[in-house]
């Protein structure tokens, strides 16, 4: 124990010797569009109440970020950032730190991160391979789109489009027009109230129990993967589920679900009040289950 101790102490100054300051500072307008790509381990961006584009946080050794030129004009419309790393090394150290005004419009691009988003009320296009993506407040337009980091969104987006290969999407929150896809990732629906919604998998499960607009539209599709859809009882719906080959469970209203028309799967449509939202579910193999909540 004491070796490791002292082998620490030794090598931590060269570390942070390795390790180089970032701060970056520029005046920007109101609805500026920020781009930042490359080897990034971390990003955190935050949307404040200022007209101004900072970047701070820390770089690895022999990683550089570029671009950020000052115009001569004074405050930047538009502003690109890109992060260089020699090796995962470097990656790894490379944490930083975006603030941008409220109503700017931010686009990431990096490979296996951790992307942490809040406070932006403009728009958001998040693109990473790994890691992690979370993003929280009211963005006017968010997209996310990711190979096998998971998505987590938390809060209320007038259009909002989240995909996942292998990664697990959870909204808890809603939306005007929102949708969500994954290959094989768990995609979880619940808080909030959605508008207008379309959610699919081709093999992961889809739980949804958020609340419906009224007159709102929420379509939930999946190859083989399981559909449970829980509803608060006595909510003004009208259902509509088909199953090709497998199974639906009704718990949330007295009608029995029908076999398929052509003798095989099962269909169920039933309504609980007038002028309510419709939902759609439809599934090859995967079961369907309704409940209430």
């Known amino acids: 124990m004491r070796t490791r101790l002292l082998a620490f102490l030794l090598f931590a100054p060269a570390l942070l010797r390795a390790q180089q300051k970032v701060d970056i500072r520029r005046a920007a307008l109101p609805t500026v569009s920020v ?11 935050i949307g404040w109440d200022r007209d101004s584009v900072t970047i701070t946080g820390a770089l690895g050794a022999g990683s550089r970020i570029d671009g950020g030129s000052i115009p001569s004009g004074g405050a930047v419309q538009g502003i690109k950032f890109y992060v260089d790393a020699p090796d995962d090394v470097a990656i790894r150290s490379n944490l930083l730190e ?3 005004p409220r109503g700017a419009r931010v686009w990431i691009k990096a490979g296996s991160a951790q992307v942490d988003a809040s406070g932006v009320t403009g728009g958001l296009d998040l693109n990473i391979v790994g890691g992690s993506v979370k993003v929280s407040g009211e963005p006017r337009e968010l997209i996310v789109e990711s190979m096998d980091g998971g998505v987590t969104f ?3 987006a007038q259009y909002a ?3 996942t290969a292998t990664g697990d999407i959870t909204l808890d929150g809603g939306g005007e027009d929102v949708s969500a896809s994954t290959v094989s990732g768990v995609l979880r629906v619940a808080g909030g109230v959605v508008e207008r919604g379309r959610f699919e998998s081709v093999t992961g499960p889809i739980n949804f129990a958020a609340d419906l607009a009224r007159g709102g539209d929420v379509r939930l599709d999946t190859h083989s993967g399981a559909i ?16 090709v080959t497998g199974g639906i469970e009704n718990a949330w209203t007295q009608t029995r679900p029908a076999v398929g028309r052509e003798g095989r799967g099962m269909e169920l ?12 579910i439809r599934s090859f193999k995967g079961n369907v289950r309704l409940a209430t909540r």
């Open 98 to 100: 975006l603030r941008v």
């Open 228 to 243: 449970e859809v829980r509803l608060a009882r006595g909510a003004a719906v009208e259902m509509d589920a088909q199953s």
């Open 161 to 163: 489009r989240l995909k």
């Open 35 to 45: 781009r930042l790509a490359g080897a990034i381990s971390q990003i955190r961006i």
């Open 269 to 280: 449509g039933t309504s609980s009040g007038m002028g309510g939202a419709r939902v759609s």
């Open 154 to 156: 938390t809060g209320r």
